[in-house]
């Protein structure tokens, strides 16, 4: 019987991390507000696009500073740190439903808009390779960020 061999990984290069600066120039490039806090949801709590579309007002707990982010087979609690609690709890403000609402303050936003946002904030920032920063990039910064 012959086996196919499997491919070596072809992405041998090293993932390019955000530093703390490009992160905050992505942050401050934006003129709206919910750009911002999405942008920030993202880095400081590790959030993927997908955990972005489905995140609720009602999976933040003050109190405790952790997000709670649920799919289909389990749920996870994540920090969320000291400062960008109380900006998060000025944001919601009395809300319900999704902490990013999609188009009209209807429903979840959608994955594609997530990486638009991600995209022409990094384009704005400046930053050099921006083309290269996907929405994944923020999580990844976070991991990095964290575990120094």
């Given at each position: ?10 992405d041998t290069e090293e ?34 696009s997908g955990d972005i ?21 389990k749920h996870e609690y ?71």
């Amino acid at each position: 019987m012959n086996f196919l061999e499997c491919p070596k990984d072809i992405d041998t290069e090293e993932k390019r991390i955000l530093n703390s600066v490009e992160i905050a120039q992505m942050i401050n490039s934006s003129f709206k507000n919910r750009d911002q806090m999405l942008l920030k949801a993202m880095y400081f709590i590790g959030l993927t696009s997908g955990d972005i579309q489905k995140i609720t007002v009602e999976d933040i707990d003050f109190h405790n500073k952790t997000a709670r982010i649920s799919n289909e087979y389990k749920h996870e609690y994540k920090t969320i740190p000291e400062g960008f609690i109380e900006e998060l709890k000025e944001w919601v403000s009395n809300r319900t439903g999704p902490l990013f609402p999609g188009r009209n303050q209807k429903g979840f936003i959608s994955d594609r808009h997530v990486r638009r946002i991600v995209k022409k904030c990094a384009q704005l920032s400046g930053i050099e390779d921006w083309s290269e920063i996907k929405a994944h990039s923020l999580k990844h910064a976070h991991r990095k960020h964290i575990s120094k």
